[in-house]
């Protein structure tokens, strides 16, 4: 697995001092991107061959959030490989070995050229040295939304909003989608599911569903198709 070091920030911490999950989610994005730069397969590499990797689930679980000034360790590893889809594991953990979360994602590689997915290139599957998959709790990919929920305030994409790639960057997303979150709501596990890219300008029209203790949000388009659908519980 591979990690960096890192330290809790003023600017990552809550009101109460402790990391927020979008901060977290930066450090598991951060973290598989060092990844690649470190291997030669980063995004320079990917640019000149028209590939980008695309986000398609999150699936993060909390065990506990770090305090301001706390030093930890951000790890990642990719655990395999099929056709145009790669899965990666994260963790955090304390410098004793402590875990405060563990993440597992699916990515889809994307030749830019025609926005179609392709299999990763010989070299890029060398690069990367497979690990066990990380003993966590999957959970589907796929988000079931409830019914009976409330439409909210369309959101606009604004510049701050978009990544290197000029899509909303997925940690954006979420954290458009906690600003739905009732009060005092502490996060044990967030799921995200991305359908669709969305650019600047583009207009989201948040839908808000809670059932079982689980609270849903999904940002979709004018016609009611979802950008993404992200769940908190």
């Known amino acids: 697995?591979?990690?960096?070091?890192?330290?809790?920030?003023?600017?990552?911490?809550?009101?109460?001092?402790?990391?927020?999950?979008v901060s977290l989610?930066?450090?598991?994005?951060?973290?598989?991107?060092?990844?690649?730069e470190d291997l030669g397969i980063g995004v320079d590499y990917l640019a000149k061959r028209h590939l980008v990797w695309v986000l398609?689930?999150?699936?993060?679980?909390?065990?506990?959030?770090?305090?301001?000034?706390?030093?930890?360790?951000?790890?990642?590893?990719?655990?395999?490989?099929?056709?145009?889809?790669g899965s990666r594991n994260f963790v955090m953990m304390t410098e004793e070995g402590e875990y405060l979360a563990k993440a597992n994602s699916l990515w889809s590689l994307l030749d830019t050229q025609t926005w179609k997915p392709t299999a990763p290139p010989e070299e890029m599957l060398k690069a990367y040295v497979l690990s066990p998959k990380l003993d966590m709790d999957y959970a589907p990919r796929k988000i079931v939304v409830p019914t009976g929920g409330n439409d909210m305030d369309v959101i606009t994409v604004k510049k701050h909003h978009l990544d290197?790639?000029?899509?909303?960057?997925?940690?954006?997303?979420?954290?458009?989608?906690?600003?739905?979150?009732?009060?005092?709501?502490?996060?044990?596990?967030?799921?995200?599911?991305?359908k669709k890219q969305a650019h600047l300008d583009d207009m989201l029209?948040?839908?808000?569903?809670?059932?079982?203790?689980?609270l849903v949000v999904a940002l979709r388009d004018e016609s009611g198709k979802p950008y993404v659908v992200v769940e908190f519980e």
Request: hydrophobic share 30%; net charge neutral.
């Open 164 to 194: 290197t790639n000029n899509h909303v960057n997925n940690g954006r997303y979420v954290d458009m989608a906690m600003e739905f979150l009732p009060e005092n709501f502490t996060i044990r596990q967030m799921r995200a599911e991305y």
């Open 25 to 36: 989610l930066d450090y598991f994005q951060d973290c598989s991107t060092f990844h690649s």
């Open 56 to 85: 398609c689930s999150w699936q993060i679980v909390v065990e506990r959030y770090p305090k301001l000034n706390e030093r930890v360790k951000i790890g990642t590893s990719p655990y395999e490989f099929k056709s145009f889809l």
């Open 205 to 214: 029209y948040p839908y808000v569903a809670e059932e079982n203790g689980r």
């Open 1 to 21: 697995m591979y990690f960096f070091d890192g330290r809790i920030r003023y600017s990552e911490a809550d009101s109460k001092g402790k990391l927020t999950l």
